[in-house]
Structures are given as structure tokens and as C-alpha cells.
């Protein structure tokens, strides 16, 4: 069965300091992945999708940016955290057109964010 | 342009009533989909239901359906009997096949009254 982590749970930044969080997919191949943020109460934002190794579509300009070293490996990174970064991030993965499952996306447990 | 609308921010519903959550949407592609998702406090993103646009009937998910309109770009989500733990956050999603992203709408908070 498919299974999706993320890492770290939770996380406590500074203003000014790096980020790096981690999403990883298993039990499948060539998964289309996204990266999700939702502020306090609020909706999610779409902020990178892939649809494969190295190929990263960014929906919101802004100091983030994300990549996929591996096929099931979906990373989201900064070098510098702002306040408005705050939030809890989602990771989520979809079956490629096609597949049996195509019509479902699942999620990650999410990463919540707090930059100090 | 928003591509998701789902215009009632917040709900209050007596117990074991029929709840109907709203959700346009607006798209050019003649191929996507439409998704709904439960998010409790806990913060976990509960997939519910799907709508192919091709779809002919209505989804259908034990308490949950998925009212398609598509002519007026409409895919309500219908919860018959309402329970106390379908309480929490709902989201309205779409995929638009062209480009394989999944948009989601602001989300409507529904309260279930005992």
C-alpha cells in the first residue's frame, strides 16, 4: 500500500533562517507531487507541483523553492524564512492519468510551521 | 481569476439534518475533476468523493454526495444525516487534466449542533 511521510511535525524557525522539509512517497512510481501551505483557519495554497524528476512548476513567486532529487522524493527549501512563511505545509501525491486511482490525491500529515 | 469558490465561509447545522456545501468552479479544460476533502482540528486531509467531468451520474459515497451541475459549473457536496464528528473544515478541489494540478477553494467550516 502507498504511503506518505513528512518530516519534520513540527518546526520553530527564526526569521532570517534556512528551510528544508521533507516529503517522500512509497509504494509507488512516477506519483504526481504537490506542495501545499495553509495559513491559520485558511485554504490551501498550491506552491509546486511535479509531474517528475526535476520537472517543478511553482504557482506563487516567492522566497520558497522546491525539488525533486528522486522519483518519490519531493523537497521544499528556503534560505531564508520570512514571517509570512508561517503555516502548516502540506505534502500530497496523485497516480498518474491513467492509473486506476488517478481520481484521488492523498496527503501527508503535514509539517506546521512557526517562524519567530 | 479564482478557479474555486466555495462562498460560505462558515456553517451551523442541527444534528442529523441534511447539510449541502457550495462550490463553483471555472475552467476551460472539457477533462478535470473535482474532489472534496474533510479536514479536522487535527489537521489531516480526509479525501471524500470525486467527480469526473465525464461522469454521467452523480458521485456517491455512503452519507456523502457530490451534486454536479455542469452547466453552472456547480459540485455541491451533500451530507445526508449530519453527525456530530462531521464537524470540521471541508474543501472543494479541481484538476484540470492539461496541467495536473489540484487548486483547492478557501473552504467552508461546518459546525454540527447537538
Known amino acids: 500500500s502507498q504511503t506518505i511521510h513528512q518530516w519534520p511535525a513540527t518546526l520553530v524557525q527564526p526569521v532570517g533562517s534556512p528551510l528544508s522539509l521533507e516529503c517522500t512517497v512509497e509504494?509507488?512510481?512516477?506519483?504526481?507531487l504537490y506542495w501545499y501551505r495553509q495559513a491559520a483557519g485558511r485554504g490551501l495554497q498550491l506552491l509546486f507541483y511535479?509531474?517528475?524528476?526535476?520537472?517543478i512548476s511553482s504557482e506563487v513567486p516567492q522566497n520558497l523553492s522546491a525539488s525533486r532529487p528522486q522519483d518519490r522524493q519531493f523537497i521544499l527549501s528556503s534560505k531564508k524564512l520570512l514571517l509570512s512563511d508561517s503555516g502548516f505545509y502540506l505534502c500530497?501525491?496523485?497516480?498518474?492519468?491513467?492509473?486506476?486511482?488517478?481520481?484521488?490525491?492523498?496527503f501527508g500529515p503535514g509539517t506546521r510551521l512557526t517562524v519567530l | 481569476a479564482q478557479k474555486i469558490t466555495q462562498t460560505q465561509p462558515g456553517m451551523f447545522v442541527q444534528e442529523k439534518e441534511a447539510v449541502t456545501l457550495d462550490c463553483t468552479y471555472d475552467?476551460?479544460?472539457?477533462?478535470?475533476?473535482l474532489f472534496w476533502y474533510k479536514q479536522p482540528s487535527s489537521g489531516e486531509m480526509i479525501f471524500l468523493i470525486y467527480q469526473g467531468s465525464y461522469d454521467q451520474q452523480n458521485a456517491t459515497e455512503g452519507r456523502y454526495s457530490l451534486n454536479f451541475q455542469k452547466a453552472r459549473k456547480s459540485a455541491n457536496l451533500v451530507i445526508s444525516a449530519s453527525q456530530l464528528g462531521d464537524s470540521a473544515m471541508y474543501f472543494c478541489?479541481?484538476?484540470?487534466?492539461?496541467?495536473?494540478?489540484?487548486?483547492f477553494g478557501k473552504g467552508t467550516r461546518l459546525h454540527i449542533l447537538p
Open positions: 478541489a479541481m484538476r484540470e487534466l492539461r496541467d495536473d494540478k489540484i487548486i
Open positions: 509504494g509507488t512510481s512516477n506519483p504526481n
Open positions: 475552467t476551460s479544460d472539457p477533462s478535470y475533476g
Open positions: 500530497a501525491w496523485s497516480p498518474l492519468p491513467g492509473r486506476r486511482t488517478y481520481n484521488e490525491q492523498f
Open positions: 511535479s509531474v517528475g524528476i526535476g520537472q
